[in-house]
């Protein structure tokens, strides 16, 4: 069920232990040819197909399109909040279920930016409130939540407004693709320090903005891609619910 469809008394009497979910994009760059709000349109998609599997079985909050997307802020129109603020932001929407007595919250992300502070922004959480035996503090993007690989991807995994984001949003948008993606050109997505992590900007990896390969994207990868990824998180929703406190032992 989705928050923004409750009153305040219909929350107050919600099972507390139901499965919270935060969604958290962006809206920033994807390339000459997607739209800026990509990240939030797609994770909107998958949102929208996962939902009606699991019912009253999880509480959807709305939808944080404001990301962490510093690295792309060469590119016009990214909107961005810097890390300490997004992590401070996600602590407080997080807080805001716990202090009416939820217990288990997911930050289901659809923008890579997210990763790190969002990590970061639940670990310093748990840290805090760590006599509460109670809690589930979890983070997950869509995209690891199932395993769309099945030959014909030619990515091995999301990148960056390249195969699979192209495809998804000829899928659901095609009106919003601004240029036919078959003439554009791959952009590599090796770093060239692997397997060290290195801090980059965007620009100096891809002039253009996306990070793939756009140019073997299509509608049908598309429809494949968002079965897979709203399957995959009811599942996870599914998981969250029987394993309870989730204690690993
Ligand atoms: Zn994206």
């Known amino acids: 069920m989705f928050l923004t469809?409750?009153?305040?008394?219909?929350?107050?009497?919600?099972?507390?232990g139901i499965p919270v979910v935060i969604p958290i994009a962006a809206v920033e760059q994807h390339g000459r040819h997607l739209p800026l709000a990509t990240d939030s349109l797609l994770l909107a998609e998958v949102v929208r197909r996962a939902e009606p599997r699991v019912a009253d079985g999880a509480?959807?909050?709305?939808l944080q399109w404001l990301g962490n997307s510093h690295h792309h802020i060469d590119f016009p129109g990214t909107m961005s909040a810097s890390p300490r603020v997004y992590i401070d932001l996600l602590q407080d929407l997080?807080?805001?279920?716990l202090r009416h007595g939820f217990t288990r919250i997911l930050f289901l992300n659809g923008h890579g930016g997210n990763v790190i502070p969002a990590?970061?922004?639940i670990f310093e959480m748990r840290q805090r409130l760590r006599d509460r035996s109670d809690l589930v503090l979890l983070f997950t993007s869509y995209w690891n939540l199932a395993n769309p690989q099945d030959g014909r991807l030619t990515q091995p995994e999301i990148g960056?407004?390249?195969?699979w984001e192209t495809s998804m949003i000829l899928r659901i948008a095609p009106h919003l693709v601004a240029e036919d993606p078959?003439?554009?050109?791959?952009?590599?997505?090796?770093?060239?320090?692997?397997?060290?992590?290195?801090?980059?900007?965007?620009?100096?990896?891809?002039?253009?903005?996306?990070?793939?390969?756009?140019?073997?994207?299509?509608?049908?990868k598309g429809e494949r891609?968002?079965?897979?990824?709203?399957?995959?998180?009811a599942t996870f929703l599914e998981r969250m619910r029987e394993q309870g406190g989730g204690d690993p032992a």
């Open 94 to 97: 997080a807080e805001t279920f």
């Open 182 to 220: 078959k003439g554009l050109k791959p952009v590599s997505p090796a770093f060239g320090f692997e397997p060290a992590y290195r801090g980059w900007t965007t620009r100096e990896r891809s002039e253009i903005g996306h990070i793939g390969s756009p140019q073997v994207a299509s509608e049908e």
């Open 119 to 121: 990590k970061q922004a």
């Open 5 to 16: 469809d409750l009153t305040w008394p219909m929350v107050r009497d919600l099972d507390r």
């Open 225 to 233: 891609l968002l079965s897979a990824f709203a399957a995959g998180v």
């Open 160 to 163: 960056h407004a390249g195969e």
């Open 59 to 62: 509480l959807f909050a709305p």
